[in-house]
């Protein structure tokens, strides 16, 4: 049973859905499926729904739908509706059919003349909503109403002598009719244009103002952006493309009938909204634009094949509006709420029994009181100090979770003063020589803080691994470093999945979401040396300068890594049951190492370990406060030898003197303690140790 | 089955028992700490129950033996060869005292061990009624006292409602298939008995008396204008409630792990790091939020004569007088029995109005 568990957790990746629905492309995503649904779907119904010859006109279809689909949606991104597209392609089809029939203007001089007449309509719009403030939905109700009369009454007057000629413009023809290497021109045409939507919406300034209006219109005027203007030019731009739409309606069929462009605003709503661009505004891209028009099409032309009334499509279609429309706001309102639940995905992880811990077990970890004589700095003063470092003149620096390096002056460590400002919450530190602090960030990476208090960053990104869905490339969460004899610093990195704020979330995981990471000052490059760690903390170089120890928090294991020398790349445990969450390792005096243990483990919560659906369940049917977690509220501190024999255990029981510990650094015959949910630095007189040790690093860097 | 359908409909919908919701401290259960800052009268290990003598003095019981206090004082009246777990006195000022699975009373020869057709398991509660029977409350038909976590992570409904006649020992059963009845009284309309996993109190019949209580009740103890108080030795968490529904973890549980580190309720809790702990209980810059999901929590409440609550005392997370088991009213003062920390609480009954905010009755 348990090995069948083992091979479910091992081999079915859970964790990408959450991850997947994080990513925003998944949001095209779906009209994607919707458009292979609706093909699969009607090819299995007609015969030949794909063909050859359909696919040409179908195309030059979707290019003319395409277009207006294309104003609607920066519409709809800029937080309007415009209903009104349709009348307005009515009235630039007539216009252009008169401008080369009636008047036989040419090619170009009718499409400049048809684009500007399309554009002044949708500019009526424009200024009445951007500038007058009007409601969009009642004036392009409006002036589809307004338009749409004029169409007619125009229609009725100049419908026979567009009829009675026919115009010699064979560059007119060309647009209607033509290929260009198989392709019809008017899909060339859109391609570019369509591409030319993409880059304005994502890459350009002013596509950014669009969107940036369409999320928040408030927030977008505080931020100084002209509202009005954009919002005027979004309808221009609309009738525009509605007008681009007509010409080539104009050119293909030459009809100047009254029914154009009727119903047209349904149609190109469906399509946008089922393309997934959002009503409320602020969302939406070209593509999604491009797949809806095409699922909109061949349903309708589904539908048409399929021998349905022109009644009974429409209905379909609006039915298919209201329900895409039902979908949006759901979707929008409980996406984050989906991710949510699906995003932690616990894994199975059996632990080896912990090493007793009751006072007469005999074990190395029997309990005792040896932090009882504690001393306190800066109680109340300071606020999640991770971990702690000196320089040579004592004083004593560390981080806090307001993104500040605080320094305490020795000798008595009574007054302090900020030292640098980082803005990320410091994490493991290590002091040079030259006075250099490095203090890996979470949140943003490794930086180091100069002599002259500048601070500048040394690395915040690594090598993206080929496989990953999320991007984690960026440093999300560097927790603790060391130096190696040449120079390389290697640090660890807790977790790819989750930020700073909430890391304890990634004890219900347990899965090997972090890595060991490598800046070599030399080439200035950053790469992933160890991936598929549990929470990897503490780290600390080996005595023979080629390998490190490394621990593992969810694991309760200590590991060595050979990154030189002829073992190189080997990774062997060293010990791997801790009864506690090991966190940060340093050097101790005597060539041994000490080990802070943040938290101990519980009977349950190694049940739970072995429980992922249970843990998955808990996520998900739980708020965060009443989750379990690893009991971070008792701590301890360990020496341990390299080949990983415990040498003395320090606690304090109850935990009322020093609760929680996180790191720990010998100084001149001192321990300095210091916790990430503390607000005080512990300082412990050591009776047997060298009373010059300082653990001061050389830095290449 | 219609039963069954509402259920899957209720854990599609988040509803009914698949909803993990628990009631929070509002209204008259609005947390104060006035029993974590009540005066310490005794301090004692094993403190399990005490009563009023019909002579006005205070009785407790603790382990296996009956004390008798006075004035910061107690001395020890009688000692038995196992735990006492309730005691109350006739009107006739006979001592009665219930040991887990059987009743002493003072003065008649012979314990009674069983009662309406099956021996009593886990006796929690005795009180006597006014035509001088007594109300015993057997809690469960499988678990001992001690056991009381056993029960409740089987979902133990097998407590039984007896009324005995201590003359004649002829016992009665007034309701039975009760989830751990822990506390029972008889008032004006009838009697009232506390069942602890179903958190609430019930008529005797089928109704119950009051709504989902935020804690697991315990004894009830009758106050001078009718109304009632009602000890709480436990506030709910909905991990425990989440834990009831998980079957398979909660077998893989009891079967290999020690019931003192179990995800239950407990009477005190903070000791002993192996304890389950959950997230709102990690210490932030060295404090224990006193909202954090309760382990052990302390509590009593005031009833008025219709159940509704008025006012309650509160001993909060991170404080040491949880496992309120009894509360007594006695002229102006209010004592509770916190067997968490096996002490004797007092509090004064005005201050707890004015805290409250409830006017003099």
């Known amino acids: ?701 | 089955m219609l039963e069954f359908v509402a259920d899957v409909m209720g854990g599609l919908l988040g509803r009914r028992r698949s909803s993990l919701s628990v009631p929070i401290l509002d209204g008259a259960f609005r947390p104060n700490q006035l029993l974590e800052e009540a005066d310490i009268l005794l301090e004692r290990p094993g403190l399990e129950d005490m009563a009023i003598a019909p002579d006005g003095s205070l009785v407790l019981a603790a382990g296996p033996e009956v004390l008798a206090y006075a004035q910061g004082a107690v001395h020890v009246l009688e000692r038995y060869d196992s735990n006492i777990t309730a005691l109350t006195f006739l009107a006739d000022g006979r001592r009665v005292v219930a040991l887990g699975d059987r009743i002493v009373i003072e003065g008649r020869a012979g314990a009674i061990d069983a009662g309406a057709g099956r021996s009593f398991t886990a006796i929690t509660a005795l009180s006597v009624t006014s035509s001088g029977t007594l109300l015993v409350c057997d809690g469960s038909a499988h678990h001992s006292c001690d056991n009381w976590q056993y029960d409740l992570m089987t979902k133990g409904r097998s407590g039984r409602l007896v009324q005995l006649d201590p003359k004649s020992g002829k016992a009665d059963l007034l309701q039975d298939g009760l989830a751990w009845a822990s506390g029972a009284i008889e008032d004006g309309k009838g009697v009232l008995v506390c069942e602890s996993w179903r958190h609430r109190l019930r008529r005797d019949g089928k109704r119950d008396a009051t709504g989902e209580l935020p804690g697991y009740p315990a004894r009830i103890t009758p106050t001078a204008d009718g109304g009632f108080w009602l000890s709480l030795f436990a506030g709910r968490s909905q991990i425990v409630e989440f834990v009831l529904q998980e079957g398979s973890f909660r077998r893989e549980m009891m079967e290999t792990i020690d019931p003192r580190y179990w995800i239950t309720p407990a009477l005190s809790s903070g000791e002993d790091f192996m304890e389950p702990l959950q997230s709102g209980g990690v210490k932030h810059m060295g404090i224990l939020k006193p909202w954090a999901p309760p382990r052990s929590y302390g509590l009593a409440v005031r009833l008025d004569a219709n159940c509704n609550p008025l006012m309650s005392v509160h001993s909060r997370v991170g404080g040491k007088h949880h496992g309120i088991v009894t509360t007594l009213e006695r002229e102006t003062e209010v004592l509770a029995l916190s067997k968490g920390s096996g002490r004797l609480l007092r509090m004064d009954l005005h201050h707890i109005r004015a805290a409250s905010g409830v006017t003099e009755a």
């Not at chain 1, 063909?51 to 207006?68: M, N, P």
């Not at chain 1, 589809?144 to 000629?165: F, R």
């Open chain 1, 1 to 701: 049973m348990n090995t069948l568990v083992k091979l479910r957790y091992r081999f079915w990746p859970d964790k990408i859905f959450g991850e997947l629905l994080q990513k925003s492309w998944m949001e095209t995503a779906v009209p994607l499926l919707v458009l292979l649904a609706v093909i699969a779907f009607f090819s299995a119904r007609i015969d030949t729904f794909i063909s050859i010859t359909s696919i040409s006109d179908l195309l030059r279809q979707a290019c003319e739908l395409g277009f207006v689909v294309l104003g609607m949606s920066i519409v709809l991104i800029v937080g309007g509706i415009d209903l009104s597209v349709g009348s307005i392609y009515a009235l630039s089809n007539l216009f252009a059919l008169y401008c080369i029939n009636v008047l036989g203007l040419g090619m170009p001089a009718t499409v400049v003349a048809t684009l500007v007449v399309g554009g002044l309509l949708g500019a009526v719009n424009g200024l009445l909503i951007g500038y007058f403030r009007m409601r969009a939905f009642l004036t392009t109700m409006v002036t589809l109403i307004v338009y749409k009369a004029a169409n007619d009454m125009l229609n009725a007057k100049v419908a026979v002598q567009i009829s009675a000629n026919f115009p010699d413009a064979p560059a007119w023809d060309y647009l209607g009719a033509g290929t260009l290497l198989n392709v019809p021109v008017i899909v060339w045409i859109f391609g570019l244009v369509a591409i030319g939507g993409h880059v304005f919406l994502t890459r350009l300034r002013a596509g950014w103002h669009v969107l940036a209006i369409g999320g928040n219109r408030r927030s977008a005027y505080n931020t100084g952006l002209p509202v009005k203007r954009v919002v005027a030019l979004s309808y221009a731009a609309s009738g525009m493309f509605a007008a681009a739409g007509a010409i080539f309606y104009a050119s293909r069929l030459a009809s100047p009938g009254a029914d154009t462009g009727k119903g047209l605003e349904i149609v190109v709503l469906t399509a946008a909204i089922l393309g997934g661009i959002r009503l409320g505004g602020g969302k939406g891209s070209v593509m999604k634009a491009l797949l809806g028009t095409l699922i909109v099409l061949l349903l309708t032309n589904g539908m048409l094949r399929m021998a349905m009334s022109a009644g009974a499509s429409r209905v379909i279609l609006a039915t298919i509006l209201l329900l895409a429309a039902l979908l949006d706001i759901r979707w929008f309102k409980n996406r984050h709420k989906a991710v949510q639940e699906l995003y932690v995905s616990p894994n199975y992880m059996e632990l080896p029994p912990p090493q007793p811990t009751a006072r007469d077990s005999g074990s190395p970890f029997a309990l005792n009181d040896k932090l009882r004589d504690v001393e306190t700095i800066g109680l109340g003063e300071v606020e999640a100090p991770e971990d702690v470092v000196l320089d040579s003149d004592n004083n004593l620096y560390c981080g806090n979770r307001h993104g500040d390096i605080v320094r305490f002056f020795a000798p008595d460590y009574k007054r302090h003063e900020v030292y640098a400002h980082i803005g990320g919450q410091p994490l493991g530190m290590a002091m040079c020589q030259d006075g250099t602090l490095l203090v890996c960030v979470g949140g943003m990476g490794l930086y180091r803080v100069n002599r002259d208090r500048s601070t500048e960053k040394v690395t915040d990104e690594t090598n993206r691994s080929l496989l990953s869905i999320i991007d984690d490339s960026r440093l999300r969460l560097a927790d603790d470093l060391d130096i190696a004899p040449d120079g390389r610093v290697f640090f660890s990195e807790a977790t790819v999945r989750y930020e700073m704020h909430e890391w304890p979330t990634d004890s219900l995981e347990a899965r090997g979401n972090g890595r060991i990471i490598c800046y070599d000052p030399k080439t200035r490059k950053t790469t992933t040396v160890l991936r598929k760690l549990v929470f990897p903390n503490g780290i600390v170089m080996a005595s023979d300068g080629q390998s490190l120890l490394f621990a593992e928090s969810w694991a309760c294991r200590i590991s060595r890594y050979w990154f030189d020398g002829p073992q190189k790349g080997k990774v062997e445990v060293v010990i791997n049951d801790l009864p506690g969450y090991p966190d940060n390792l340093n050097r101790a005096s005597d060539g041994n190492y000490w080990l802070a243990i943040m938290g101990v483990r519980s009977p349950v919560f190694d049940l739970a370990m072995k429980r992922p659906a249970f843990r998955r369940r808990m996520s998900k049917k739980l708020p965060g406060d009443e989750w379990l977690a690893p009991n971070l509220n008792t701590g301890c501190i360990v020496k341990i030898s390299e080949q990983g024999e415990v040498l003395d255990v320090l606690w304090d029981l109850g935990g009322e003197n020093h609760p929680m510990i996180t790191s720990m650094r010998e100084h001149r015959g001192y321990l300095y303690i210091g916790g990430i949910h503390n607000n005080r630095i512990g300082r412990l007189r050591l009776a047997d140790a060298d009373a010059e040790f300082v653990d001061l690093k050389v830095s290449h860097a």
